[in-house]
C-alpha cells in the first residue's frame, strides 16, 4: 500500500493552499464558540465587554467565558457537558447566593456561592451527574462543597488555568478587522 499526500479520488491530486491568516483566525473562534456553546451575536457582546475593560483583551475573553453561570456549574461537576449545564441552569435547579437564577450566562463574581436548589429532582439530577464526573476534577480558582451541593468562586482563573487548546489572540485578531 502506498501512503499518498492527498486525499482519494478525481479531486484529489490538485494543490492545496495555504490556509489564509483570515480563515485561521475564523477557525479559532468558531472552536470557542462551539465549546461554550454561543450564538454569534452573544459571543461578540461578550468580545466586546473584554474589550472595553483594562487589561489583557483576550485574557480578559476568556474570563468572562468561564465565569458565566453555566460553565462554572460545568466546571462544579453539577452536569456532565457544557449544554447540560446550560439547560440545568435554564430549568431553574440553580441559586446564586440564595436567589433563584435561570439565565445560563449570568456572570458570577468572585466570592458568590452556587449551589444546586434543594428539591428533589435538582438534588438527584446533580448527584447522578456528579458520580460520573468525579474524574474531572474541580479548578483551583473554585471549591465545591459535595454533602452541600454548592460550590464556591474564590477568584477569577488566570490564563494558565483554562484551555491550553485556545489561541485567544488570534480571536482578538480576528475582531479587530471589523
Same mark, same amino acid.
Do not use: C
Given at each position: 500500500?502506498?501512503?499518498?499526500?492527498?486525499?482519494?479520488?478525481?479531486?484529489? /491530486?490538485?494543490?492545496?493552499?495555504?490556509?489564509?491568516?483570515?480563515?485561521?483566525?475564523?477557525?479559532?473562534?468558531?472552536?470557542? !464558540? +462551539?465549546?461554550?456553546?454561543?450564538?454569534?451575536?452573544?459571543?461578540?457582546?461578550?468580545?466586546? !465587554?473584554?474589550?472595553?475593560?483594562?487589561?489583557?483583551?483576550?485574557?480578559? +475573553?476568556?474570563?468572562?467565558?468561564?465565569?458565566?453561570?453555566?460553565?462554572?456549574?460545568?466546571?462544579?461537576?453539577?452536569?456532565?457537558?457544557?449544554?447540560?449545564?446550560?439547560?440545568?441552569?435554564?430549568?431553574?435547579?440553580?441559586?446564586?447566593?440564595?436567589?433563584?437564577?435561570?439565565? /445560563?450566562?449570568?456572570?458570577?463574581?468572585?466570592?458568590?456561592?452556587?449551589?444546586?436548589?434543594?428539591?428533589?429532582?435538582?438534588?438527584?439530577?446533580?448527584?447522578?451527574?456528579?458520580?460520573?464526573?468525579?474524574?474531572?476534577?474541580?479548578?483551583?480558582?473554585?471549591?465545591?462543597?459535595?454533602?452541600?451541593?454548592?460550590?464556591?468562586?474564590?477568584?477569577? /482563573?488566570?490564563?494558565?488555568?483554562?484551555?491550553?487548546?485556545?489561541?485567544?489572540?488570534?480571536?482578538?485578531?480576528?475582531?479587530?478587522?471589523?
Amino acid at each position: 500500500m502506498e501512503k499518498r499526500g492527498y486525499p482519494p479520488g478525481q479531486h484529489g /491530486p490538485r494543490l492545496r493552499r495555504k490556509q489564509s491568516e483570515y480563515s485561521i483566525g475564523l477557525g479559532e473562534k468558531q472552536k470557542l !464558540r +462551539f465549546m461554550y456553546g454561543l450564538m454569534e451575536k452573544q459571543f461578540r457582546r461578550t468580545f466586546d !465587554r473584554a474589550k472595553n475593560q483594562r487589561g489583557v483583551t483576550g485574557t480578559i +475573553f476568556l474570563q468572562l467565558l468561564e465565569t458565566r453561570l453555566d460553565s462554572i456549574v460545568y466546571q462544579l461537576g453539577f452536569t456532565k457537558t457544557r449544554q447540560a449545564a446550560r439547560q440545568f441552569v435554564n430549568h431553574g435547579h440553580v441559586r446564586v447566593n440564595g436567589q433563584k437564577v435561570d439565565i /445560563p450566562s449570568f456572570q458570577v463574581s468572585p466570592g458568590d456561592e452556587v449551589e444546586v436548589r434543594n428539591s428533589t429532582s435538582s438534588r438527584q439530577l446533580a448527584t447522578s451527574n456528579m458520580e460520573a464526573t468525579r474524574l474531572r476534577n474541580v479548578p483551583d480558582w473554585m471549591t465545591r462543597n459535595d454533602e452541600a451541593f454548592r460550590g464556591t468562586v474564590n477568584r477569577l /482563573p488566570d490564563r494558565e488555568e483554562m484551555d491550553p487548546a485556545i489561541n485567544e489572540q488570534l480571536i482578538v485578531e480576528f475582531y479587530s478587522r471589523f
